[in-house]
């Protein structure tokens, strides 16, 4: 598949050998720098130019397919094990395999990236290709973890993977450089007593329940700058396990931040959660996602299921400042477990936090609801909000919150945050949302429109 490719890569390599002695430069890096869309191909020109950058000949012309070109995708695939795509690139120090493509438990078949995890001490380094940082940037993939680590320190690794970031200045660890996490972030930190090279920095260790999902936040200083990702393993002098898995490795260049006001998910590519959002969930199954089979308004709507088991469910936005007299509205959709007399099983409450404070349930904190507000009341148990009122039940469809923001959040950030409790026994389908709007500087007036219909402050008929 990669023939033309590695044909141009040695035309690269022979001239860069040649050319300094005529002089002369070949034009091809840009071409082979431009994304292109998936499926389709791109015409590579080799074009010989002298030192002026004046064209002496055309040397040859290649279509090289749009599965060469990262980013967007990465998914390990296009190549026969254990190679690795063309303009990845890796670098071991001491013993074992180094990085190579692997058949053997991938995420998405039929091939993953790998390295073992050796008993002695190494470095490597798997690198992917050179690429531009657009604004708001953001990389996804997928790993699974077998590393050696300390099993009466939960925290504590003897082996781990870290993300490292190269732009002009070096390369330093995606935290360091000003990145974040948005989900599936590092849980353990290196020994420094036994050689790893990694020694003191966090990374991730142990073992891992199949592939993590994994979403960060490229820095803000990289932006409009070439950048490399690099996965850096580093291992100690003694033990050893499986080794690091990674797979469909995904980065978007340029991200659009749309809330506040509006968010509808529909920017997204299910079951992954807008920009910023943060699923923060305990108990079975995924926690918050998005999904396209229910929605308010196509194609998607944040969703979590109504769990058999005690869970504890939280979705949270990003911050944002509320200018003054600030409302927020939405449609949810309820098929939640309850009990007749407007008690509830497992529910839904809608809480705010200030700045880097708590959160506190949204209506105790001083909002008030104009339309669609709590309308049961959490038994006591083991479900979380033993004791809250909270959404539950079966709504005939989506139905529309309108509420107003506590006073004392004027002037503040804030974030909100939909958090779900369960009980330990039975549930239903779940809980949808969509068409979040805030409004941080208050309605535009004192009518309000919503799903349609014009309401008055008091509420919709």
Not at 127 to 148: C, H, W, Y
Not at 300 to 321: G, H, I, M, Q, W
Not at 379 to 388: E, H, I, V, Y
Request: contains cysteine; hydrophobic residues 40%.
């Amino acid at each position: 598949m990669y023939s033309t490719h590695r044909f141009v890569r040695f035309l690269l390599i022979a001239f860069t050998l040649w050319l300094p002695i005529v002089g002369s430069a070949i034009d091809v890096g840009s071409a082979l720098a431009r994304p292109e869309p998936a499926g389709q191909t791109r015409t590579v020109d080799l074009v010989m130019r002298d030192r002026r950058g004046e064209a002496l000949r055309a040397i040859d012309t290649h279509e090289i397919p749009a599965l060469l070109v990262f980013p967007p995708d990465e998914t390990f695939d296009g190549v026969i094990v254990p190679a690795l795509p063309p303009l990845w690139s890796a670098s071991n120090s001491g013993a074992g395999q180094g990085w190579v493509t692997t058949a053997a438990a991938p995420f998405s078949s039929p091939n993953a990236a790998f390295t073992d995890d050796t008993q002695t001490v190494t470095d490597k380094f798997l690198m992917s290709p050179l690429f531009v940082v657009g604004a708001n940037a953001r990389v996804t993939f997928r790993q699974k973890i077998d590393l050696e680590s300390n099993v009466a320190a939960s925290n504590e690794a003897y082996d781990g993977v870290a993300l490292e970031i190269s732009t002009s200045n070096g390369a330093q660890d995606i935290l360091a450089a000003g990145g974040s996490f948005v989900s599936g972030g590092y849980d353990h930190t290196t020994s420094s007593d036994f050689g790893n090279p990694l020694a003191g920095r966090a990374v991730w260790s142990g073992t891992s329940q199949g592939y993590q999902k994994v979403v960060v936040n490229l820095p803000a200083a990289t932006n409009g700058q070439e950048v490399i990702l690099i996965w850096h393993m580093g291992t100690d002098i003694s033990g050893g396990r499986s080794g690091y898995w990674l797979d469909d490795v995904h980065v978007d260049l340029d991200v659009n931040v749309p809330f506040p006001p509006d968010e509808t998910f529909g920017e997204v590519i299910v079951p992954d959660l807008p920009r910023d959002w943060i699923n923060d969930s305990t108990g079975p199954g995924p926690g918050w996602i998005t999904v396209n089979d229910i929605v308010s308004s196509a194609p998607n709507a944040a969703f979590t299921d109504d769990s058999t088991s005690v869970s504890d469910k939280r979705l949270e936005t990003p911050a944002f400042t509320v200018v003054a007299n600030g409302r927020v509205t939405f449609n949810h959709k309820v098929e939640l477990e309850d009990q007749v007399g407007g008690h509830a099983f497992d529910g839904v409450v809608l809480e705010i936090a200030y700045g880097d404070g708590p959160f506190v349930d949204f209506a105790s904190s001083g909002g008030t609801f104009v339309v669609g507000g709590y309308d049961h009341t959490v038994l006591c148990g083991s479900n979380p909000l033993c004791g809250r009122s909270a959404w539950s039940g079966s709504t005939p469809g989506f139905v529309g919150v309108v509420a107003n923001l506590p006073p004392d959040a004027n002037g503040q950030s804030v974030r909100l945050r939909w958090r779900m409790g369960t009980d330990d026994s039975q549930g239903l389908a779940g809980y949808w949302l969509d068409d979040v709007h805030v409004d941080v500087n208050g309605p535009p007036s004192d009518r309000i429109f919503f799903n349609d219909f014009e309401c008055a402050p008091s509420g919709c008929p």
